[in-house]
């Protein structure tokens, strides 16, 4: 199924606690989740497991930074290589503003690069704020999945 | 036949006269010789038959050099010079003489003869060819002439210098094998500081990984415990505080090692050198403070403290850390003043802040600096005691200097000294 948002974290409660802070913006349901870099690929390309998918980009990637095999900056690469996913747009999610991962997600092309606080309040605004702005306010590129009314 | 006559008498008598003066002539010649020959007390003057060599004269000094009396070298045989050679001389000798001699040529050699008494006796031989009416060479006539002083002078001249030569030549090994050390102990250096840096790297990457572990698992707790205060419906009010204690200690515990990463960071990332204007930043620093003061007063009295030349984010952050140090340490006061001044020093900026909070104990001022020290209770000032600690990090990294003054109950002063940003002309 397509999606308005893709979601790519390795940690169960990284994904729980997402997916809360979504649900107050009844967006939980528009959410489609990888665990990994190549889950997320895979789901992006139509291939593999998600070979029936329906057409659509989704309208943002909400992506970790740190995960085991292909980093977020990997994933990002591939995508900003990809000419069918180039104009994807693509927020990180980190534990930390280091100097040197935002100035490298920002080189990598991403649209945007999200702390997760340490405070849940704090956190689940931020993805509000980020949901609504992507799903909602924004005109997402041609091709895009938007969520139904 | 005539008679002899009273000419004939005066003939014969001055005939004889002559021969007597010839005679005494002689005489007096051969005087003249001997005494020549025998006052050359380091010379013998020799002659000898040119084919056998035996010794036709010997002159008498031969026994004072060598100790054999004269008569042994008429008699010895097969040839008594031969005989008392030094055998490492003979060989090369005899054949030089016969050599020389046979292509009639006068001749000079040196070489050892053992005297009676065992010494070694260095001779320099002047030989010269002596040819009959027919031009045949029938004598040798020659000096030996002892220069075994001489030799012995050159032989210790040469073996100083051969002294000094080894002397120099063990100087020079020892400076090359000193070189050689020199040189590996270099690399021995290098290769230690590269194991260091690598293992220092190594710790760094792994507490790095640990840290972001560590932070994402107090995140979880915080965050779960926030979500089950909200649905905790079911509980009562002591459990619901026993989860809202969980959710902050797992916060504050984030917040730590977040100040910990960031210490990490601040050591290593790379300097950005620019000109800072330090006016701009502490106004900033300021603006950003003010919302967490809340309902006292805090002034701030600022005067114009110039550029330095730095990394406008460490700057900001140690501006904003003294700032915020001093604010938190006068919150006692319902009216606080904090006041930032910079000057001048040579070639550095010196900036302070002063405030007239609650000070600190002059004993301690050093443990100021180290990370994770603090000097008050938790309850009566919150933080980690890693802010100061950032700071002198951050100017040390600058290549400048960090100092604090106090008096318990007096307010604190914090100074900072780095590399003023040099402007055109002025100084």
Not at chain 1, 104 to 121: P, Q
Not at chain 2, 71 to 87: D, G, I, K
Not at chain 2, 250 to 274: F, K, N, T, W, Y
Not at chain 2, 324 to 352: C, H, M, S, W, Y
Request: with cysteine.
């Amino acid at each position: 199924m397509s999606k308005p948002i893709l979601l790519v974290d390795d940690s169960a409660a990284d994904v729980a606690l997402a997916m809360e802070a979504l649900s107050e913006l009844r967006l939980d349901d528009h959410v489609a989740v990888a665990r990994d870099g190549e889950q997320a690929l895979s789901f992006l390309r139509r291939d593999g497991s998600h070979s029936e998918r329906a057409e659509g980009n989704p309208c943002v990637v909400i992506l970790d930074v740190k995960m085991p095999r292909m980093s977020g900056f990997e994933v990002l690469s591939a995508i900003r290589s990809d000419p069918r996913l180039s104009r994807v747009p693509v927020v990180m999610l980190s534990t930390s503003a280091d100097r040197a991962d935002v100035e490298r997600s920002y080189a990598l092309g991403a649209n945007g690069y999200v702390v997760k606080s340490l405070s849940f309040s704090e956190f689940s605004g931020r993805l509000r704020d980020l949901g609504r702005y992507w799903t909602a306010a924004n005109e997402p590129p041609p091709g895009s999945v938007v969520p139904r009314a | 036949m005539q008679g002899t006559t009273s000419d004939d008498v005066d003939r014969i008598a001055r005939f004889y006269a002559r021969v007597q003066s010839v005679e005494t002539d002689l005489a007096s010649g051969e005087a003249r010789f001997r005494a020549l020959v025998n006052g050359l007390p380091d010379t013998i003057v020799w002659e000898a038959d040119a084919d056998t060599v035996d010794f036709q004269f010997v002159s008498p000094s031969a026994e004072a050099i060598l100790g054999y009396p004269v008569s042994a070298w008429y008699e010895e045989r097969p040839n008594f010079w031969v005989n008392h050679l030094h055998p490492e001389d003979r060989d090369r000798c005899v054949s030089f003489c016969k050599t020389e001699t046979a292509a009639g040529r006068d001749h000079e050699f040196d070489y050892r003869m053992i005297a009676r008494d065992g010494r070694i006796v260095w001779m320099r031989d002047r030989a010269y060819c002596v040819r009959d009416e027919s031009g045949k060479i029938v004598k040798l006539r020659g000096l030996m002439i002892d220069v075994t002083r001489q030799k012995t002078i050159e032989a210790e001249r040469a073996a100083a210098l051969e002294r000094e030569r080894e002397a120099r030549a063990r100087a020079e090994a020892a400076e090359t094998a000193l070189r050689q050390l020199n040189a590996t102990l270099e690399e021995r250096v290098r290769d230690r500081t590269s194991a260091l840096e690598q293992a220092h790297r190594e710790l760094e990457t792994f507490s790095a990984a640990a840290s972001h572990d560590l932070r994402s698992a107090l995140r979880h707790i915080a965050s779960f415990a926030e979500l089950l205060e909200r649905r905790a419906g079911g509980l009562d009010d002591v459990a619901r505080s026993h989860v809202h204690e969980i959710r902050g200690a797992s916060i504050r515990a984030g917040q730590l090692v977040d100040r910990m990463l960031e210490l990490a960071r601040l050591g290593h990332v790379p300097l950005r050198e620019e000109p800072v204007d330090l006016d701009a930043i502490v106004r900033d620093a300021i603006a950003e403070l003010a919302p967490t003061i809340g309902a006292r007063r805090v002034d701030f009295d600022v005067s114009t403290i110039g550029r330095v030349r730095g990394d406008r984010e460490m700057i900001s952050i140690v501006v904003r850390n003294l700032l915020q140090n001093a604010v938190k340490f006068t919150a006692p006061r319902p009216a606080a003043k904090v006041e930032v001044r910079g000057r001048r020093e040579g070639l550095d900026l010196v900036v302070t802040v002063r405030d007239d909070g609650v000070g600190f104990d002059p004993q301690y001022t050093e443990r100021l600096f180290q990370p994770f020290t603090r000097l008050h209770a938790r309850e009566d000032f919150e933080g980690h005691g890693v802010g100061l600690a950032s700071v002198r990090r951050l100017i040390e990294r600058h290549r400048g200097r960090v100092w604090a003054r106090s008096e318990p109950g007096a307010g604190a002063e914090f100074s900072f000294a780095i590399p003023a940003a040099e402007e055109g002309g002025a100084s």
